[in-house]
């Protein structure tokens, strides 16, 4: 399965559960952009390892609404710490999705730690994480998250970036669209 494939999925389930969908560094940005621009996505462009802990805050600060974020292996292996303090907050309303393709794709693929020897599912299990499901392929990816609004899923994937077009908002463009979506009532409520 392809990082693209798993944001198609993952910004499927935000627009249909109406949550807020913060994505990581660099290309996995574009590529969410390309497949699914909402006012619900807030684009990580430069914070490599801070998106996990970004989405955390926002689930904590607003328990009304669902809060997904897709991260990388490289960005978790950056910020490991982000693992306990999901475990010990452990928000109902938030869902953490682990692109795990072994790689750093934004900076030319070099290979992760995930690559041969680190399995996140493990250490999220480890930091105390109750609910971590790793999946493999798009159709246990889409079970679990038909079935799971918060927990963690590690989603292993193929390494390799899409052509994919740039982001067509300036930083203070896309923070004050996502401002504004985050600060409303949730429409599933």
């Known amino acids: 399965m392809k990082r693209i494939d798993v944001i198609r999925e993952v910004a499927d389930k935000a627009r249909d559960s109406d949550a807020l969908l913060i994505a990581n560094i660099g290309i996995p940005c574009k590529e969410l952009y390309s497949v699914s621009d909402m006012p619900n996505n807030f684009y990580m462009l430069g914070s490599m390892g801070l998106a996990s802990s970004i989405g955390l805050g926002l689930a904590l600060s607003r328990p009304e609404r669902n809060v997904i974020t897709i991260d990388g292996d490289g960005s978790i292996l950056m910020n490991m ?29 070099q290979p992760t730690a995930t690559l041969n020897h680190v399995n996140l599912e493990e250490v999220a299990q480890g930091a105390g994480n109750r609910d971590v499901f790793e999946v493999d392929s798009l159709q246990r990816l889409h079970t679990i998250l038909g079935e799971k609004d918060s927990g963690i899923i590690v989603a ?25 979506e985050s600060s409303r009532a949730s429409r599933s409520v």
Do not use: C, H
């Open 81 to 109: 710490g982000t693992l306990a303090t999901i475990a010990s907050q452990a928000p109902q309303n938030y869902l953490l999705v682990i692109v795990d393709n072994g790689a750093y794709g934004s900076t030319g693929n």
């Open 156 to 180: 292993k994937a193929q390494p390799g970036n899409e052509d994919v077009p740039v982001i067509q908002m300036i930083p203070e463009a896309i923070l004050s669209r996502f401002m504004a």
